[in-house]
């Protein structure tokens, strides 16, 4: 008998009862989010803000060398590490040193928006998720989606505490190559529950969640608006927030890819469902979160 896909509108989201926030912001959990080359520091702060915005209680964002400092300027509220880069400004595979030391408070590790080399993403993967606390949740994006499909091994240390982000093409790379079209929500059901099972992880891939155990959620919520630059950055940060919050991988996925799509469809209104600005989603997640609450 097939797994049942379950649907998650606003009125079954309630059942999902978040952490409660605590008193000060150590309750609420640290972020860490590496990536950020010379060229696409902009993800890193997305991710950041929208971790901020879902309640996390602080975030360490690390970004190549000469970026840095504009991006503690642009996020003050975050602490930033200069990772070391290369001539052409991609960070270097020996970047995951500069950030061992913010590793031990760290509740969620995001790794991979803005990254673009994969074997740095290979580097930084292995090396956190060795040295990071068990009970750190890791949520890899982008060039660290490629790193793991090439070297599936390095998240073996991580299995029931992962969260991928992937498209549906990247999909098919976790799969080993395979066509997963974007169009047939029942192929990309079925390959998210692969990826699931094959990680040990959950998966968030446009408005559907599954789980390792072969469960799954269809978000009921969203539109093409969401698909503009910068977008996936901040679904994944919202995810890392949540889970520094003490969500679990599912619960943190569910969620945040509720919040995600809620908000935008709140933006398209009076614009035909597109033209609104990735920057603009995470500002709406407190009001929605409190809706819910």
């Not at 995951?96 to 031990?104: E, F, I, K, M």
């Not at 090396?127 to 949520?139: K, M, N, R, W």
């Not at 505490?161 to 992937?166: H, K, N, Q, V, Y």
Request: net charge neutral.
């Amino acid at each position: 008998m097939p797994l049942q896909t379950r649907t998650i509108s606003r009125r079954s989201l309630r059942r999902w009862v978040l952490p409660d926030p605590g008193e000060s912001k150590y309750d609420r959990g640290t972020v860490l989010v590496i990536g950020g080359a010379a060229r696409s520091p902009g993800a890193v702060a997305l991710a950041g803000v929208a971790a901020l915005r879902v309640g996390a209680g602080r975030i360490t964002l690390g970004v190549a060398r000469s970026v840095a400092p504009a991006l503690g300027v642009g996020v003050p509220e975050a602490g930033v590490i200069a990772l070391p880069e290369t001539d052409d400004g991609s960070v270097r595979p020996d970047a995951y040193t500069a950030v061992l030391s913010s590793l031990s408070s760290a509740r969620a590790v995001l790794i991979g928006p803005g990254l673009d080399d994969v074997e740095s993403a290979v580097q930084l993967v292995r090396a956190l998720g060795e040295e990071a606390p068990e009970d750190a949740t890791f949520v890899l994006d982008a060039f660290a989606l490629a790193a793991v499909a090439e070297h599936r091994s390095l998240v073996a240390p991580l299995r029931g505490r992962l969260i991928l982000t992937p498209s549906p093409t990247e999909l098919g790379v976790l799969l080993g190559g395979g066509d997963v079209a974007a169009d047939r929500p029942s192929d990309i059901r079925r390959a998210a529950r692969e990826v699931s099972r094959t990680y040990g992880a959950a998966v968030a891939t446009q408005a559907l969640v599954t789980d390792a155990d072969g469960s799954a959620w269809r978000i009921r919520a969203g539109g093409p608006g969401l698909g503009t630059s910068g977008s996936g950055d901040v679904l994944a940060g919202a995810i890392a927030g949540l889970a520094a919050r003490g969500a679990s991988a599912p619960v943190a996925a569910v969620w945040a890819t509720y919040l995600h799509a809620s908000a935008g469809d709140q933006l398209a209104r009076g614009r035909r469902g597109v033209g609104y600005l990735a920057r603009e989603i995470a500002d709406l997640f407190p009001d929605l979160i409190a809706d819910l609450s």
